[in-house]
C-alpha cells in the first residue's frame, strides 16, 4: 500500500492549493478515503473523507472553503483548498479509510495507511 500526497506549498492568506494522492496496492475504487491534518504544536484533525459512493463529508470548519473529490481512473483522491486562513497551516495527510460526520470531530490516530504528508502554509 502507498499514498503519495502533493501539492502543498506556501500560499497567500485567501489563495487556494490543491492536494493530491497517488493511491496504489489496494483497490482504491472500493475504498474510502480520507484527509487529515496536523498543525504545529497541535494534534492531528479529520479535513475530510469520501466514500466509494461519492458520500463527503467535511470538518465544520472547513465547510465551504475545501472540496474533496476522487478520481478511480487514477486512482487518485484530490482536496481543494480556497479561502486559505493562517490556521489552515499544517502538514495534511491522506489516509485510507474515513470518518463519517458523526465521527468528525474525533481525532484520527495515524497507521500505516496514512500518507507521508505534505506541508501546507499560509502566510504574507
Known amino acids: 500500500v502507498q499514498l503519495v500526497e502533493s501539492g502543498g506549498g506556501l500560499v497567500q492568506p485567501g489563495g487556494s492549493l490543491r492536494l493530491s494522492c497517488a493511491a496504489s496496492?489496494?483497490?482504491?475504487?472500493?475504498?474510502?478515503m480520507s484527509w487529515a491534518r496536523q498543525a504545529p504544536g497541535k494534534g492531528l484533525e479529520w479535513v475530510s473523507g469520501?466514500?466509494?459512493?461519492?458520500?463527503?463529508y467535511y470538518a465544520d470548519s472547513m465547510k465551504g472553503r475545501f472540496t474533496i473529490t476522487r478520481d478511480n481512473t487514477k486512482n487518485t483522491v484530490y482536496l481543494q483548498m480556497n479561502s486559505l486562513k493562517p490556521e489552515d497551516t499544517a502538514v495534511y495527510y491522506c489516509a485510507i479509510g474515513a470518518p463519517t460526520q458523526a465521527t468528525m470531530g474525533r481525532p484520527p490516530i495515524r497507521n500505516a495507511y496514512w500518507g507521508q504528508g505534505t506541508q501546507v502554509t499560509v502566510s504574507s
Open positions: 496496492g489496494f483497490t482504491f475504487s472500493r475504498s474510502a
Open positions: 469520501i466514500y466509494s459512493s461519492g458520500d463527503t
